[in-house]
């Protein structure tokens, strides 16, 4: 993501600069140079400003653009191409909670070697802590975490745009999201070749036996294979204090009979709130203000057959 030429390009970005005076300055190919401002545009970090023949680069005033330049100066020696990373970046978004190494790897789709290693270098500089075999981001370096967060909203903010101007975001982490819009997602015509969109919440049920009328449709995008649990956990998010959502998803949960939910709670930083249904599950009587008084779960359940 941020390489060594793009940092180096960044850093010398004191005052609005022609790509051909970063590439002497630099000592790098005018082309080097042109593709990384590039990059670093398409991600939010630059604008280019264009002044009679001359385009001049200079940093943008995007949120995670300008805590990078506070990073910069906070940090001069630390070695930014390799702490941020796409996968440095993407494993940083879930730490804001304790986590093992296996439950990383499992929550981003990454590599668990990928994991180990990422991790253990962001402990290094002490943006990674450890306690119990669970690691988390240090609450030491506001900056940084701020910069992770931002950035991946600017990112989830600009493919959301790029899909439709009436998506509304649910929920967001990293590089996942969770979005609804009124009109169905077109494959072909939104360049979804990586399959990374895929339908999911109330509007798989049918799958499985359910019936769930509702012009909304709702997408999570991931490079992950959804599986069953994460459609359960997505009907929650849809609105996690509704009645009638948390009614859906345990109906759906019984069609499906998972060991697995409060794992997939606790990835989704949902684990109480998952604790809660199974128990009113488990004792048939109203436990919150979220559930249905039984009676009423069950007759809406028993219309979705």
């Known amino acids: 993501m941020l390489n060594s030429t793009k940092i180096k390009i960044f850093k010398n970005l004191t005052r609005p600069t022609t790509i051909s005076e970063l590439a002497t ?39 995670h653009s300008q805590l990078l330049v506070d990073i910069v100066i906070e940090f001069p020696r630390l070695p930014l191409s390799e702490i941020f990373t796409s996968s440095s970046l993407h494993i940083l978004s879930v730490l ?10 499992e929550i981003t789709g990454l590599n668990r070697q990928t994991v180990s290693s990422t ?32 950035y991946w909203k600017y990112m989830t903010n600009k ?19 969770l979005f609804k819009i009124d009109t169905e997602f077109d494959d072909k015509k939104k360049k979804n070749k990586k399959k990374t969109i895929h339908l999911t919440a109330i509007n798989v049920f049918h799958k499985y036996g359910l019936r769930v009328m509702s012009d909304t449709r709702y997408y999570f995008h991931s490079k992950r294979k959804l599986k069953a649990e994460d459609y359960f956990i997505h009907t929650i998010l849809i609105d996690p204090q ?13 069609k499906i009979t998972s060991a697995e939910l409060l794992k997939f709670g606790k990835y989704y930083d949902l684990e109480d709130h998952v604790k ?13 203000n979220f559930v249905l008084p039984w009676n009423e779960y069950k007759d809406l359940i028993r219309d979705l057959q």
Request: aromatic share 10%.
């Open 242 to 254: 509704s009645s009638i959502y948390n009614s859906y998803a345990l109906g759906f949960f019984a």
């Open 159 to 177: 493919k959301l745009k790029m899909i439709s101007d009436d998506t509304v975001l649910i929920w967001q982490r990293g590089p996942e999201f």
């Open 119 to 150: 991790v253990h270098e962001l402990a290094k500089y002490g943006i990674v802590l450890k306690n119990k075999n669970k690691y988390f981001m240090s609450e030491r370096h506001p900056l940084i975490k701020n910069f992770v967060n931002n």
């Open 96 to 105: 804001e909670n304790p986590r093992l190494i296996i439950d990383v790897a």
């Open 25 to 63: 300055v630099l000592e790098l190919d005018h082309s080097t140079i042109s593709k990384a401002v590039n990059s670093l545009k398409n991600d939010g970090f630059v604008v280019k400003q264009k002044e009679g023949k001359q385009v001049y680069v200079n940093h943008s005033d995007s949120l």
């Open 276 to 288: 809660t249904l199974l128990e009113y599950v488990d004792i048939k009587k109203k436990n919150s």
